[in-house]
């Protein structure tokens, strides 16, 4: 079993910044990729950032140039730096890893608001 746990989640004003971490226990040996999704309220999950165990990265475009995902291996931890965050942020954000047979772990979820 694997357990996602985030934090870092808050209020933050439009061009401000924020970091996220998520932290992963349990049975890890099997996990490759993490990543963040989010979630904002009427609409579906969507992609934000992932990072495979070597470092190679992929982001949605709406965030490309502003956030960045980062992954300490040692500490089993996956954060995402938000920089010039702007009010279509706000959304539940949540970590996810995938196991190397596909599966997909999910965290609980954090908010993340941006409102001036």
């Known amino acids: 079993q694997v357990q996602l746990v985030e934090s870092g989640g808050g209020l933050v004003q439009p061009g401000g910044s924020l970091s996220l971490s998520c932290v992963v226990s349990?049975?890890?040996?099997?996990?490759?990729?993490m990543g963040w999704y989010r979630q904002a309220p009427g609409k579906q999950r969507e992609l934000v950032a992932t990072?495979?165990?070597?470092?190679?990265?992929n982001y949605a475009d709406s965030v490309k140039g502003r956030f960045t995902i980062s992954r300490d291996n040692a500490k089993n931890t996956v954060y995402l730096q938000m920089n010039s965050v702007q009010f279509e942020d706000t959304a539940v954000y949540y970590c996810?890893?995938?196991?190397?047979?596909?599966?997909?772990?999910w965290g609980q979820g954090t908010q993340v608001t941006v409102s001036s």
């Open positions: 996810h890893a995938v196991r190397d047979d596909g599966f997909v772990y």
């Open positions: 990072i495979t165990r070597g470092g190679r990265t």
């Open positions: 349990g049975s890890i040996l099997r996990i490759n990729t």
